[in-house]
């Protein structure tokens, strides 16, 4: 176990450090000016070419990117360009608001998709496993702010059970995390009723089967926690981009997470709270991925850490 830790933080550290520059070198390459989004349309030359060199973007890129790399080992994510801040005192103010939302996004994609998927799979080939694959690609197919809005309209707006935006509550939670749950429950349930379906099918279910086990027995304690396995890698892979990338859903439902923050800094060019993110996200999809490879055996003994 332990040398499978130590190989695995090892790829961990490299995965981030090709995240880090690969997103330095694009965001380098950009065609838009952050200094000019720092001095203003009416800013001198003068003036320009000064905050150039106070901000140390005159300098070669990898010169800019050590520099960075530097920092970021010992903590520093730099200051943001137009806010004047720590980039990791933004993040910190931003983070249990996004872990939250992650938190009940994951609960509700599962409680849909997986239930959806088990009862496909237990009827398959009836009209009921064709409706609900269905339902699982219109979920997956709709865009995020339509069912978002949607969301609001009817429960909002219209039956005024839920807030129509903002933090605080477990009613702010509610229809943001229900909308992303929406949104990965197709996955998950197709997903499950694939694996499920297989799982039925092995030679110890039909045995279980012989014993005179019952239905329910059988599902809870023999099928289902073999089929789940697959289910554990999507569930890493969820938690870094629910961090990061829920754009979206946060805009829609005016929830201040990170993801929020992004956008505001991709609007402004603000590259150190871009960065910041970032390897936010990258390390919490590297992390998801190690933990659900940790869970995966006590899960399935059969299955050996190497």
Known sequence: MLGYLVRRLVQSVLILLGVSFITFVLLYVLPADPVRQIAGRS????????????????????VQYWRYLSGLVQ???????????????????????????????????????????????????????????????????????VVGLLLLYVFAVQLGWFPIGGYGTAAHLVLPAVTLGIMGSGWYSRMMRSSMVDVLRQDYIRTARAKGLTRRRILLRHALPNAILPIIAMIGIDIGIFMGGI????????????????????????????????????????????????????????????
Do not use: H
Not at 43 to 62: C, F, K, S
Not at 107 to 124: D, W, Y
């Open 43 to 62: 800013a001198t030359a003068q003036t320009v070419e000064n905050i150039r060199q106070q901000l140390g973007l005159d300098q070669p890129m990898l």
């Open 75 to 145: 903590g520093d994510m730099g200051r943001s360009y137009l806010q004047k801040t720590e980039v990791s005192t933004l993040i910190a103010a931003r983070l249990p608001a996004s872990l939250l939302l992650m938190a009940a996004g994951i609960f509700c994609e599962l409680l849909i998709g997986l239930t959806l998927g088990v009862i496909a799979a237990i009827f398959r080939g009836r009209s009921l496993d064709q409706g609900l694959m269905v339902t699982s690609f219109v979920a997956v197919s709709a865009p995020q702010f």
């Open 247 to 306: 754009v979206v859903v946060e805009s829609v439902f005016g929830w201040p997470g990170i993801g929020q923050l992004a956008w505001q800094a991709i609007q402004r060019v603000d590259i150190p709270i871009i960065m910041g993110v970032t390897m936010v996200s990258a390390t919490a999809i590297v992390l998801g991925n190690l933990l659900a490879d940790l869970v995966t055996p006590l899960i399935d003994p059969r299955i050996k850490l190497r």
